[in-house]
């Protein structure tokens, strides 16, 4: 899918055309393909990436890091698969991703296994994404915007959450940290945090967002059956108690992990159904 894919179909056609018609094929192609690489910059990776699925919910849920409301278990679960920064062997740690809606909130839910539970801080709007963390992005629309919200949260619930602009001014992003919204988190965990003596098993971070959260900037893309906004979960994983190494997973795969994860063309949808 896409148009680079289209080009190379011309171009194999074109083989077994007489010279003249070859040569304005061959143009008009090149041209078709400087447009494509060109969209493959900042629009959405789109056909790369198969569409996450976050079901409605009509049963209240508690937010207490638990996944046991039946809703969870019937709405889709998909593993961070794309792993960036792997230097070591327990570096590779399976996270599950899930996500549910209803009129008032978006609810999110990672199970994260983690043989190191490790975090250290405790500032709203510092560093929790040097630790053990969860975090989201959205796109409030079906494509790659410059602005993008995001929430990231560490094992102390301590969140950095901010509207982040790419190339806000002469090419550079801005995040705008003062946003500072409601929302509802728990987290639950099964080990010692901070103690490598010992293996841990995991932990759990469960979280509702106002959907109103969104309008901070404006109208948006309004949540409904059939609704496409961009997002992407990321999970970052620290397993030693000094420095800041730590490796991260994605939803979507974003390829150039050295630029960060706040490539919005490296989003993915996700759809809101029933
Ligand atoms: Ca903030
Ligand atoms: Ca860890």
């Known amino acids: ?5 289209d080009g190379k179909s011309k171009l194999s056609l074109t083989m077994y055309h007489p010279h003249k018609c070859a ?21 959405l990776s789109l056909g790369e990436q198969s569409i996450f699925e976050a079901s409605k919910t009509n049963q209240k849920i508690v937010v207490d890091g638990k996944l046991n409301e039946e809703v969870w278990q019937r709405t889709e679960a998909r593993t961070l698969d794309y792993f960036y920064r792997i230097e070591q062997q327990d570096d590779e740690q399976k996270t599950t991703f899930r996500m549910l809606w209803d009129e008032q909130n978006i609810y999110l ?17 510092g560093e929790p994404y040097l630790d ?4 989201i992005f959205f796109i409030t629309a ?18 950095n959450d901010f509207i982040y602009f790419n190339r806000y001014y002469k090419g550079k992003d801005v995040v705008y940290k003062t946003f500072n919204p409601e929302f509802k988190v728990e987290i639950t965990y099964d080990g010692t945090i901070n103690d490598n003596s010992d293996i841990d098993k995991g932990w759990t971070m469960e979280m509702a967002i ?12 309004p949540i409904q059956k059939g609704t496409h906004w961009a997002i992407l979960a990321v999970r970052q994983d620290r397993n ?16 150039d992990i050295s630029k960060n994860v706040h490539q919005a063309n490296r989003f993915g949808l996700v759809e809101f159904i029933e």
């Open 210 to 221: 106002p959907i109103s959260n969104f309008g901070e900037l404006g109208e948006i893309e």
């Open 1 to 5: 899918m896409g148009k680079s894919h």
């Open 240 to 255: 030693d108690l000094n420095g800041n190494r730590r490796s991260t997973s994605t939803l979507f795969p974003i390829y």
């Open 23 to 43: 040569l304005v094929s061959l143009v008009f192609i090149f041209t078709g393909v400087a447009v494509a690489v060109g969209q493959n910059v900042q629009k």
């Open 142 to 159: 079906p494509d790659s915007l410059d602005t993008h919200f995001g929430y990231e949260l560490n094992l102390n619930k301590a969140s």
């Open 132 to 135: 053990d963390c969860a975090e």
């Open 109 to 125: 839910f990672y199970q994260m296994e983690d043989k190191f539970l490790t975090v250290r801080e405790t500032r709203r709007d």
